[in-house]
């Protein structure tokens, strides 16, 4: 029997109404590598916490790996 394989080699995920985006720091995972989270927030109600609506946790064994380069920042 032959055994099927399905692999996702590219995905694309479109957000709106996002009022917030907040990279984390980089840490320690506690398995000899290292996370970061970039984490998407959306509108929420009427003097209520802005939700997080989405979320992308990066791994590496190497921190360096993990640094996120922009374009010029405006703040």
């Known amino acids: 029997m032959i055994q099927t394989v399905v692999a996702t080699l590219y995905q694309r995920v479109m957000l709106t109404s996002i ?16 996370v970061r989270s970039i984490r998407f927030f959306g509108e ?15 791994q590496s064994g190497s921190k360096p790996d993990l640094k996120i380069t922009t374009p010029e920042i405006d703040f």
């Open 19 to 34: 009022k917030d985006v907040e990279v984390t720091d980089i840490v320690d995972d506690g398995a000899g590598g290292f």
């Open 44 to 58: 929420g109600a009427v003097e209520a916490q802005t939700p997080l609506v989405f979320e992308v946790v990066i």
